[in-house]
């Protein structure tokens, strides 16, 4: 297992305080869908940003007096500032969730170790977020967000069992960096940014494994949105039988995920009661969302689906 240095020095510790200054400057922004981003960027007011949540939520070209020289000098050292001539943009995007600042990539999110933030983020850190809660009292000793990306689903369960080890794991070494900076950021401690395919690489077992996937079929193969199979379920498969070999008693799985409906039919749910029928894991399963994406339907991958659902499934092992 190689856990990543909390950030400390460097580009990292720069970017973390870029973070602080942007909270004390009440910097806030929410993270809308991909489609309602460029939507909202392509009116002509919006060509270039004219303050922060422009320059760093909106990802939007500034010029060079747009922002305060101190957020500059910061963004330099972090080495988050591209510069064009006049023409200024921020590699990264700061978002916020439960009074916290998560640091990720631009928009658009095209690089193939894009690091992404955005609705389904919010929605599965809630459901981590009511999950932990709902133990009252129960202990968390070690939990794990598998696929973190920014580290939002380690970060809101460490918040909440602050004395539980809690791993942080991705393949992609841009989220395992930003998931150190806004651990940093948040103050959690006990969040672990670790390497790792799925579980593979980690040793023992876990009291919460919480996870959100990639689960579209994408015919590009980004690794931040393709969740694998002809259906984009294998992730989530694979997640779900890691939960049957490696939670604790009495441990609990959260999954966030998305399935294409065709003709009435959620696949996912299908493949995963197959998957969880000979185990000792009772399971619940719900749509969060009904109708999300709906601009993938115009695409071949989803060109026999009626609709692009979000969904939950909990899991929790027998004491």
Not at 118 to 125: E, K, L, S
Not at 130 to 141: L, T
Request: proline share 5%; aromatic share 8%.
């Amino acid at each position: 297992m190689t856990l990543t240095a909390p950030a400390k020095t460097g580009r990292d510790q720069a970017l973390v305080q870029l973070g602080q200054a942007l909270e004390a400057l009440d910097y806030t922004f929410t993270t809308v869908t991909p489609a309602t981003h460029e939507r909202v960027n392509r009116r002509p007011a919006n060509a270039w940003a004219h303050d922060l949540r422009g320059a760093l939520g909106w990802s939007r070209p500034f010029r060079p007096d747009t922002l305060p020289p101190s957020i500059v000098e910061l963004m330099d050292a972090a080495g988050v500032l591209c510069r064009d001539g006049d023409t200024w943009r921020s590699r990264v995007r700061f978002s916020s969730y439960d009074n916290e600042l998560f640091v990720h990539s631009a928009f658009p999110t095209a690089a193939a170790d894009a690091v992404f933030f955005g609705p389904d983020t919010y929605r599965m850190a809630d459901a981590a977020a009511a999950h932990v809660e709902s133990w009252r009292g129960r202990p968390i000793r070690r939990a794990v967000d598998i696929g973190c990306g920014t580290g939002a689903g380690a970060i809101t369960v460490a918040k909440r069992a602050p004395n539980a080890e809690v791993l942080a794991v991705d393949i992609n070494d841009t989220a395992l960096r930003y998931a150190g900076v806004n651990a940093a950021l948040a103050g959690t401690d006990g969040v672990r940014p670790c390497r790792s395919n799925l579980l593979h690489d980690v040793s023992g077992d876990f009291d919460l494994i919480v996870s959100n996937p990639p689960f579209m079929v994408d015919p590009a193969g980004r690794a931040y949105r393709d969740g694998g199979g002809a259906d984009g379920h294998a992730l989530s498969l694979d997640i779900i039988d890691l939960a049957a070999e490696r939670l604790n008693p009495g441990g609990s799985l959260v999954l966030f995920s998305g399935v294409g409906i065709v003709d009435g039919h959620d696949s996912l749910r299908a493949a995963a009661a197959a998957r969880l029928a000979d185990t000792d894991l009772a399971w619940t399963y719900r749509e969060v969302d009904p109708d999300v994406y709906d601009e993938e339907l115009d695409g071949d991958a989803y060109a026999n689906a009626e609709r692009i659902a979000v969904v939950l499934l909990t899991a929790v092992r027998a004491e």
